[in-house]
């Protein structure tokens, strides 16, 4: 019996967060998600996709890949692999791809809300999980001790869209001691389009209790937070609202 996942698109661009950015990524984007972030861009995965054998996405990735063969950048084999979504996890079937991405030799990394355990995962595998603030509608959706199995190879990543969301990411870096555990990221939240609202999303918070990016950076340097601002690199490159990018 084959192994089948649920793929919403695969595609070769450059990785526009985590500590990896900059890098030559394949993106593999799966179909999917039970949370209902406030500012979700990617809500255009909830459904669709096409179901894909683990053979079928490894022959794709091999495909996009093919390129750069024997090219690396200090020992860090190209392009490296990003497995998100949607939420990745939700599918059985994707430790085991990403286990044999493992062995074929790339670098792999997973993008995850938290939500769902990480503990079972390839420990060869990035794993970047988000730590949900109260804006995003799904804070008690976290699963807290998905926190004692993050190491030096995982990220944690906080979305930060009011000053609220900016003390409780303080508070819970302070309270995990997460910055002896793994990098964090701390991201501005970037207001949604038109084209990247949907209707099943958590309510936003109001404008008026929003903080402007340049506040975040300020905040941040000011109480020496032990974390890394990330912008979303590919948003800088491409349109906002841009798919496939």
């Known amino acids: ?43 255009y995965a909830f459904k669709g996709g096409q179901s894909m054998t683990v053979k079928e996405v490894l022959t794709e990735i091999n495909r996009l890949a093919a390129p750069y063969a024997d090219r690396q950048i200090k020992n860090q084999s190209l392009p490296i692999i990003e497995v998100t979504g949607g939420e990745p996890l939700l599918q059985k079937n994707v430790p085991r791809l990403m286990t044999d991405l493992c062995d074929s030799g790339f670098t792999v990394l997973i993008e995850t809300s938290g939500a769902h355990p990480i503990g079972n995962l390839d ?30 190879r995982d990220e944690v990543k906080c979305v930060i869209a009011t000053q609220e969301d900016y003390e409780w990411c303080k508070s819970t870096i302070k309270k995990w001691d997460l910055q002896k ?65």
């Open 1 to 43: 019996m084959s192994v089948k996942l649920l793929v919403h698109e695969i595609y070769l661009s450059v990785q526009g967060e985590s500590t990896f950015a900059g890098l030559p990524c394949i993106f593999v984007r799966l179909t999917g998600c039970d949370l209902r972030c406030s500012y979700c861009d990617t809500a």
């Open 123 to 152: 420990s060869r595998i990035h794993r970047i999980m988000d730590l949900k603030c109260p804006s995003s509608g799904e804070s008690e959706r976290m699963l807290w001790e998905n926190i004692q199995h993050l190491g030096s």
């Open 181 to 245: 555990k793994c990098e964090i990221l701390i991201s501005w939240c970037a207001p949604l389009t038109e084209s990247q609202h949907h209707p099943d999303l958590n309510p936003a918070p109001a404008s008026t209790d929003l903080i402007t990016r340049q506040a975040l950076i300020e905040r941040m340097i000011q109480d020496a937070v032990p974390a890394r601002f990330q912008a979303q690199l590919h948003k800088v490159v491409w349109p906002v609202d841009a798919m496939g990018v």
